[in-house]
């Protein structure tokens, strides 16, 4: 197990390595340039060409890259043209809004699509697993912003249940936090379970007509033991490595949603920095992400063992 750990562990450095030079050379082929951004629209040709040799952006791109690689080796990220801060230090300013949306994120969404998935495949064929099936393919189909303006019409003006927008710290208060993330959490945790409730539905439907399910029935096992006992069980592989991938879903939709509902998180700050060509914060965020998202799969790589003990690393 240690062994593979470290094996998995250093293969994500090439990916990192990758994803690394990808971003530097998309970011800096896109149109758009950071000194003119800083020194405002009033600036001369000669102020611009000033402002770009004090940021170093008239270096070659090779050169330019290699120092920030240089730095990355060392942890640091950089510093943020914009706000003049290390990017290291706004991700860590930035880094609990984001976590509390996941984490809430997460546990609706999971809760609540294997309830429907199971509840689905039980009833397969009726009109409750008809119904399952066409909200999940109609949720999946609405952008995540017409999701969260339609939530906000509805539950924070109408009825006015809900704050619109902004982000109260669970230093705050338990409840005071609740309430800030209900609806970022509804609006982004709905995709994830149109996701997983599908494919817990269909991977059941499959377990249900294996041979060991038929000597299960044939012992007398139904009902709910039958299903979370036998068939969830083994039906739990792809339904983890489905909730895996779909953390990639709640890192791209937390860029959207944190900017609908004006949350002062990281999915919030790359696009303020998207938005002034922040170079240092966009390259850092989305490293971060990056990595975020292969450390999960690894997560989920190692958590085979825990459902189907044939698997050994």
Known sequence: MLSYIIRRLLSILPVMLIAAIIIFVLLHLAPGDPAAVMAGNSATPQTIAEMRNKMGLDEPLWWQFGVWALNLLQGDLGQSILWGTPVTTLLA????????????????????????????????????DRLVMAFAVLDFSIPVFVVGYGLIYIFAIKLKWLPVQGYSSIADGLGPWLRSLALPTLTLGLIFIALISRITRSTLLEVLDEDFMRTARAKGVAGGPLLLKHALKNAALPIVTVIGMGLGFLIGGAVITETVYNIPGIGRLLVDAISQRDYPVIQGVTLVFSAVYMLVNLVVDLSYPLFDPRIRY
Do not use: D, H, N, Y
């Open 93 to 128: 300013q930035r880094i609990e809004p984001t976590l509390s949306l996941t984490i809430t994120t997460t546990f609706f969404a999971v809760s609540l699509a294997l309830l429907l998935g199971i509840a689905a495949a039980a009833k397969a064929g009726t009109a409750f």
